[in-house]
């Protein structure tokens, strides 16, 4: 089984989960931009996490086989806070480099006129440097929220096959379904979405659009969500290509919209001695 | 991107059928083919060329291809001898047929123009004379046909010169049809100037255009980047003229390996053309360089230009370098430090190899990103702090502990600029210690120390 995790917070987990990853199967991996769980308290704050996801992170990924990729956006949440607002000025310079496949994560969290603001504007970046975008979908009132998410969409122009919805349910599905976007699912152990409901929600959509991902982050959360969902959809008489189609083809022709994947394969699948910035994942003595 | 349009010359399939040739091209994603007609490739003297025309017509069209038709085939009229009768032979007659077939052929493919060249001159005959033939061979070309005719300077034909092929024209009362077909790289082997300049000194006579690389002196064609040419600013060129014709690429000894000799044509074309876009649109609103910059490795490609790219570095760092160049030196200093302060690693080794560009009074913001890049263990950035303007600006410790840094982390002496004007007492000392320490635990001393010595020995 091959998987492209299309969105993980690989900042908040450790090594042993990139190992674990690889066991599984994982050898691609998108990292949306999102908050702390820390507020942030200035633009600062961001753009030296911005410089993690497109350096350090990037680079700990390699040395465990897996391509990290990133996407770039202030996340709904702190789009209220007027101290990180100004991030908006400098996203641009981000949305064109090097392994940058959307801009996200943007949308709704409480509903505010903030976050509609800069959910609006982000829309806006995306058409004009040509990349897809994530949305995510609030957790609190989800149904009205997706319902005016899918609205702002709409009034934004960009085309619906370059956004991905996320974090949707049963009760989310078919909205976004007929709006034409892609469709994230987010599987927890807890929360959101379990493996098994995701294997009923394919037998009832299909695998068109369909993504799924393990949105794993410094909450309890299992980066092996997106293996776990392929066995289950296996176990449910889906075949090897079904599965194949979600976990990697779809993510792959999702995120490949921005012309910015780098999916060669890696050469080593254990860390080496390579460093980056003269820092290596190595701890002790170097050989 | 520019409106140029890329095509692909047919005597680089040489070994495939024509249909497959044309179906390759315009796969890879060319837009137009110059078609050389040859006993292969719609021979002009087939019985039943009127009908092949037709097909390959139709062909073209559903494949979405422009052409041209070349005429340069080698063997064609003469079998023994290359590229024989001329128009400036005794009995040109041939030759003045042919290129009127040619003519019926182009205007029934619906092709743009048709390309021709004088032909070496006889070395029985003498200039005047030869002269002479062209003229009258040209006009007989031209009589009764409303074809467009394109004069190509070949390096070693009597018409070698973009100089000669405007003055004949010129002596012919410039006739509308007549225009020129300029190769970019017999530019770089014969011309005064360079193909930028020629396409600009062409100006609206130019009907045809062949792109590839060559070197000074030597008419051999190549692949992009194994020559001199500058391909960027020779695209720059043909758009800032507004050249509507094809340009076509001509790899005339490289149909061993056609199809992929052709796709890196077309990547580095596009890469080139992307690199001339940005920096016409850098010129007109440098803000813009703010989103570009990043962009560019993507666009324009990254690979290194020597071993590890620490001396000479990367294709990225030198398109980089002349998007900063793009920019006014007021512009530059003002841009200089955030491009640096959010570019990753590879956006700022490009900064640091740019430096140079700074208008003088910014010299101290160059200083302090030079000493931040001595800071780091990227010996990518450490690489490029050390170039010329560390050489002109640094002050005398902080550049001699750069130097004895690139001994520490690997990076060759080659890579710092000035080594042999800039080595002193101290940096002798330093890196004559460091050997010391070296050789007293019993290990390698790096070569580059001799380097070094020998550079303060020659002072």
Known sequence: ???????????????????????????????????????????????????????????????????????????????????????????PRYLTKDGVVAVGEVGYDSMTEAEEKAFAHQLQLAVEYELPVLVHTPHRDKLAGTKRTLEVVRESGIAPERVVVDHLNEVTVGLVAEAGCWMGFSIYPHTKMDEHRMVAILAEYGTARMLVNSAADWGRSDPLKTYRTGQAMLAGGFTESDVDTVLWRNPVEFYGQSGNLMLDPLEESSPTGATFEGNSVLRGARQ | MSTLRFGYGTNGFANHRLDDALAIIADLGYTGVALTLDHNHLDPFAGDVAEQTRRVRARLEQLGLGVVVETGARFLLDPWRKHQPTLLSDEAGPRIDFLRRAARIAADLGAECVSFWSGVKPAEVDDTTAWRRLLDG?????????????????????????????????????????????????????????????????????????????????????????GELDLTATLAALAEVGYRGLAAIELPRHSHAAPDVARRGLRALRAADWLADAERTVRADPARIRTLFPAVGRKAGRSALDAHGLVHGTVDDKARVRLLAALKPEDLAAEVPDLYRYGDGAERRAVLRGLHLLPPEAAGTGVRLVEDALRANDIGLVAAALGPFAAEHLDAHTWRHGVLKCLFVGVPVAAVAGLGDRVDDELVRMVGDYAAERRAAGRDVPSDIDVILQEAGAQ
């Open chain 2, 138 to 226: 040209v006009a007989a070309v031209l009589e009764d046909t409303p074809a467009r005719f394109a004069l190509e300077p070949e390096p070693g034909h009597f018409v070698q010169h973009l100089a000669e092929a405007l003055r004949l024209r010129d002596e012919l009362g410039g006739p509308e049809q007549l225009g020129i077909t300029l190769d970019v790289g017999h530019c770089v082997a014969v011309e005064p100037f360079d193909a930028a300049t020629c396409v600009r000194q062409a100006g609206d006579l130019l009907f045809n255009v062949q792109l590839d690389d060559m070197r000074t002196g030597v008419h051999e064609h190549l692949e992009f980047g194994e």
């Open chain 1, 1 to 91: 089984m091959r998987i492209f995790d299309p969105h993980i917070h690989m900042t908040s987990r450790t090594t042993d989960d990139y190992e674990a990853m690889y066991a599984a199967g994982v050898r691609a991996l998108v990292e949306p931009a999102f908050w702390l769980g820390q507020p942030r308290t200035s633009v600062g704050s961001f753009t030296d996490y911005f410089d993690g996801l497109i350096g350090w992170e990037r680079f700990r990924a390699s040395q465990f086989g897996i391509r990290h990729h990133c996407t770039i956006a202030l996340n709904p949440k702190e789009a209220n806070d007027p101290r990180c607002t100004d991030v908006l000025d400098v996203l």
